[in-house]
């Protein structure tokens, strides 16, 4: 037999001819080759790919394969007569690519921004269906349900525009997009930066001595930088939500404001406030009326705060056959039951209440600021009125009020008194005198005076020692007073005397002030001496000094004249007429000194030219110049005219 063998170039061909392989998977290709003589050499090669690695022989082989591995694939064949290649089509499919974007993009919003939410997927085969969602805050579940407006509605993109941001908007948004391989999401978060708000606080009722605890719920994006709280009277309590605080007294009623702040990204910084009524039940609480509250003279025994605590009563004194109007009055809360006198009068010595016509009560507003017209106390005030006082009317009066404080009616009643209206007889004791305003002015003090019928004190002031009567400085109806117009270098007695339309008490005993020259200082009262002393004794020894001199100079002239020549010149110029040149060696251009010389001595009379202005005397060689004070005035000594003169002089 023969065997006929006809040589071929390779006849080449690739299965399957189209691979599809999804992402991430494994491509297998298969190159089947015919030749004669028998192929030599196979290769791979791909259109973008710079080298195909993972083949052996005719078999390709690529594990987790990428986007990068889709393309056409090309393998060529090899023997001695020639080469020849086949072609196949690799298609990857992938699940989309998103992408999500805020526009504008921004690290924090702020509420009423617009925003623009847009997400676009890319895959294969393309995208059949893209949404977008909010991420619910509470669970790991979607809500398509925002306030937004649909712009672009695609397989592969969508788009909402949402016109104004508010705090709901605030949150995780994604974007889920899918294909026949799988799907894939993408999310961004938007900071919608807000408030703060403080919620609404119910109002709180606490009884007296009880417990205040009340919380401040702010909603804030971000977290507040600082919470405070703030008492009625703009105290701060606390820098957290929680106010707490114990033993609430009446005292503590009112409005509690809680103030939050919020920093933003932008640096601003913004604030909300929140108020809480708080009212503090409490039993009716007794307010004795001040004097000038009445038209009867009437003064408390003691302050409201001290006469509420011990019950002291308070006295009103009128005259028999005068009006008189008794008062008390009442704080507290709740108010009375509806249809109750909210104070009720009673006669001590019957126990009966007093006929309600001569009862006239209203109601007073005590309560001031922000505090938005609510009542936090009830405060009534109550007189009973007498007419015309009748002796019998004299005697002790009960006034009394209740209300449901704690549950059950709560009651109090407190003492008047009224008296018969005379004369202070008790005098106010002085408390300090005060010299002010450089010792210029001089405030006195005093101390009231208890349980009497006072309207003005006056005070008075004389020389101290003296049995004058005092003279009137003034009238107040307050407790102190300014004395002006009091001389210097005096001592003077002051004092006070309590009066009323029936006349003044004994004025106090007095107390001594010194009043001193303006600028000087002072020590006051009994101890400080009399500053006339200095002013007495520094005239005497300036008389004393100047007879001392008058008496030396008559002894001078007398001894100069015995000594001076006959044949006397007139003295140079400068020098005073009729003055020896021995006796006034050294005067200088008229200046009356004389700076020493044999003897040093003048007796000197007018006229003189120049005027000296002071003569200096040295001690010479005896006569009167020695033990003279070195600087004596121009009028210690008399020049003279000419030596006829002299001699008539002496």
Request: glycine letters at 8%; proline letters at 9%.
């Given at each position: 037999?023969?065997k006929?063998?006809?040589?071929?170039?390779p006849?080449?061909?690739?299965?399957?001819?189209?691979?599809?392989?999804?992402?991430?998977?494994?491509?297998?290709?298969?190159?089947?080759?015919?030749?004669?003589?028998?192929?030599?050499?196979?290769?791979?090669?791909?259109?973008?790919?710079?080298?195909?690695?993972?083949?052996?022989?005719?078999?390709?082989?690529?594990?987790?394969?990428?986007?990068?591995?889709?393309?056409?694939?090309t393998?060529?064949?090899?023997?001695?007569?020639?080469?020849?290649?086949?072609e196949?089509?690799?298609?990857?499919?992938?699940?989309?690519?998103?992408?999500?974007?805020?526009?504008?993009?921004?690290?924090?919003?702020?509420v009423?921004?617009?925003?623009?939410?847009?997400?676009?997927?890319?895959?294969?085969?393309?995208?059949?269906?893209?949404?977008?969602?909010?991420?619910a805050?509470?669970?790991?579940?979607?809500?398509?349900?925002?306030?937004?407006?649909?712009?672009?509605?695609?397989?592969?993109?969508?788009?909402?525009?949402?016109?104004?941001?508010?705090?709901?908007?605030?949150g995780?948004?994604?974007c889920r997009?899918?294909?026949?391989?799988?799907?894939?999401?993408?999310?961004?978060?938007?900071?919608?930066?807000?408030g703060?708000?403080?919620?609404?606080?119910?109002?709180?009722?606490?009884?007296?001595?009880?417990?205040?605890s009340?919380?401040?719920?702010?909603?804030?994006?971000?977290?507040?930088?600082?919470?405070?709280?703030k008492?009625?009277?703009?105290?701060?309590?606390?820098?957290?939500?929680?106010?707490?605080?114990?033993?609430?007294?009446?005292?503590?009623?009112?409005?509690?404001?809680?103030?939050?702040?919020?920093?933003?990204?932008?640096?601003?910084?913004?604030?909300?406030?929140?108020?809480?009524?708080?009212f503090?039940?409490y039993?009716?609480?007794?307010?004795?009326c001040?004097?000038?509250e009445?038209?009867?003279?009437?003064?408390?025994?003691?302050?409201?705060?001290?006469?509420?605590a011990?019950?002291?009563?308070?006295?009103?004194?009128?005259?028999?056959g005068?009006?008189?109007?008794?008062?008390?009055?009442?704080?507290?809360?709740?108010?009375?039951?509806?249809?109750?006198?909210?104070?009720?009068?009673?006669?001590?010595?019957?126990?009966?209440?007093?006929?309600?016509?001569?009862?006239?009560?209203?109601?007073?507003?005590?309560?001031?600021?922000?505090?938005?017209?609510?009542?936090?106390?009830?405060?009534?005030?109550?007189?009973?009125?007498?007419?015309?006082?009748?002796?019998?009317?004299?005697?002790?009066?009960?006034?009394?009020?209740?209300?449901?404080?704690?549950?059950?009616?709560?009651?109090?009643?407190?003492?008047?008194?009224?008296?018969?209206?005379?004369a202070?007889?008790?005098s106010?004791?002085?408390?300090?005198?005060?010299?002010?305003?450089d010792?210029?002015?001089?405030?006195?003090?005093?101390?009231?005076?208890?349980?009497?019928?006072?309207?003005?004190y006056?005070?008075?002031?004389?020389?101290?020692?003296?049995?004058?009567?005092?003279?009137?400085?003034?009238?107040?109806a307050?407790?102190?007073?300014?004395?002006?117009?009091?001389?210097?270098?005096?001592?003077?007695?002051?004092?006070?005397?309590?009066?009323?339309?029936?006349g003044?008490s004994?004025?106090?005993?007095?107390?001594?002030?010194?009043?001193?020259?303006?600028?000087?200082?002072?020590?006051?009262?009994?101890?400080?001496?009399?500053?006339?002393?200095?002013?007495?004794?520094?005239?005497?020894?300036?008389?004393?000094?100047?007879?001392?001199?008058?008496?030396?100079?008559?002894?001078?002239?007398?001894?100069?004249?015995?000594?001076?020549?006959?044949?006397?010149?007139?003295?140079?110029?400068?020098?005073?007429?009729?003055?020896?040149p021995?006796?006034?060696?050294?005067?200088?251009?008229?200046?009356?000194?004389?700076?020493?010389?044999?003897?040093g001595h003048?007796m000197?009379?007018?006229?003189?030219?120049?005027?000296?202005t002071?003569i200096?005397?040295?001690?010479?060689?005896?006569?009167?110049?020695?033990?003279?004070?070195?600087?004596?005035?121009?009028?210690?000594?008399?020049?003279?005219?000419?030596?006829?003169?002299?001699?008539?002089?002496?």
């Open positions: 037999t023969v006929l063998v006809i040589d071929y170039p006849i080449v061909k690739i299965q399957p001819e189209v691979q599809t392989v999804d992402e991430g998977g494994t491509l297998n290709l298969i190159c089947e080759v015919d030749a004669e003589p028998e192929a030599h050499h196979i290769s791979w090669t791909h259109d973008t790919l710079s080298s195909v690695s993972g083949f052996r022989g005719n078999v390709l082989k690529i594990e987790h394969v990428t986007r990068a591995h889709q393309g056409i694939y393998c060529t064949a090899t023997n001695s007569i020639s080469s020849n290649s086949a196949t089509r690799v298609q990857i499919q992938y699940r989309p690519s998103v992408t999500f974007q805020a526009h504008p993009a921004r690290a924090a919003y702020r009423g921004d617009p925003v623009r939410l847009a997400c676009s997927a890319q895959g294969a085969p393309r995208p059949t269906h893209t949404t977008i969602s909010k991420l805050a509470s669970a790991d579940t979607h809500s398509s349900v925002f306030d937004r407006q649909e712009t672009v509605n695609e397989p592969d993109s969508r788009e909402y525009q949402i016109a104004s941001l508010t705090n709901d908007h605030s995780t948004y994604e997009s899918s294909n026949s391989v799988g799907e894939t999401t993408k999310s961004i978060h938007l900071t919608v930066q807000y703060p708000t403080i919620r609404a606080m119910d109002d709180v009722e606490v009884e007296e001595g009880g417990d205040l009340v919380k401040c719920q702010v909603d804030s994006s971000p977290p507040p930088t600082e919470i405070v709280w008492s009625p009277t703009g105290l701060t309590l606390a820098r957290s939500q929680l106010l707490q605080t114990s033993q609430l007294g009446p005292q503590d009623s009112g409005r509690y404001t809680c103030s939050a702040e919020t920093t933003f990204h932008d640096n601003s910084v913004h604030h909300h406030s929140q108020h809480v009524d708080v503090v039940t039993k009716p609480k007794y307010l004795p001040q004097a000038e009445s038209s009867t003279w009437g003064r408390p025994v003691a302050s409201p705060a001290t006469a509420a011990t019950a002291t009563p308070v006295v009103f004194m009128a005259g028999e005068e009006e008189a109007r008794l008062c008390c009055q009442f704080t507290m809360y709740p108010p009375p039951p509806p249809g109750e006198p909210p104070v009720t009068w009673y006669q001590f010595m019957n126990q009966s209440a007093v006929d309600s016509s001569r009862v006239l009560t209203h109601e007073r507003t005590v309560d001031s600021g922000d505090d938005g017209g609510v009542r936090f106390h009830f405060h009534y005030r109550s007189e009973l009125l007498f007419k015309s006082v009748r002796e019998s009317d004299y005697g002790s009066y009960y006034c009394s009020s209740a209300n449901p404080a704690t549950g059950a009616a709560s009651s109090r009643r407190a003492e008047v008194k009224l008296s018969r209206l005379a202070p007889t008790t106010p004791q002085m408390r300090a005198v005060q010299q002010q305003d010792g210029r002015a001089v405030r006195v003090s005093w101390s009231g005076v208890p349980n009497m019928a006072v309207n003005s006056q005070v008075g002031y004389r020389p101290r020692g003296s049995d004058a009567d005092f003279t009137r400085a003034g009238t107040t307050q407790s102190e007073l300014l004395l002006t117009g009091l001389a210097p270098r005096r001592q003077y007695e002051v004092a006070v005397r309590a009066c009323n339309p029936k003044c004994q004025f106090s005993t007095p107390e001594i002030t010194t009043i001193p020259v303006p600028g000087q200082q002072t020590g006051g009262g009994d101890n400080a001496p009399p500053p006339v002393r200095a002013i007495v004794v520094v005239p005497v020894l300036l008389i004393g000094l100047v007879l001392l001199i008058t008496l030396f100079s008559v002894i001078c002239k007398r001894y100069r004249r015995r000594r001076r020549p006959t044949n006397q010149r007139l003295p140079s110029k400068g020098m005073p007429a009729g003055a020896h021995d006796e006034l060696e050294g005067l200088k251009g008229g200046h009356g000194e004389l700076d020493g010389g044999s003897g003048c000197i009379v007018p006229p003189y030219s120049p005027p000296p002071g200096h005397i040295t001690e010479g060689n005896g006569g009167c110049g020695g033990g003279l004070p070195h600087s004596l005035p121009p009028s210690a000594c008399e020049y003279l005219a000419d030596p006829a003169a002299a001699a008539a002089a002496a």
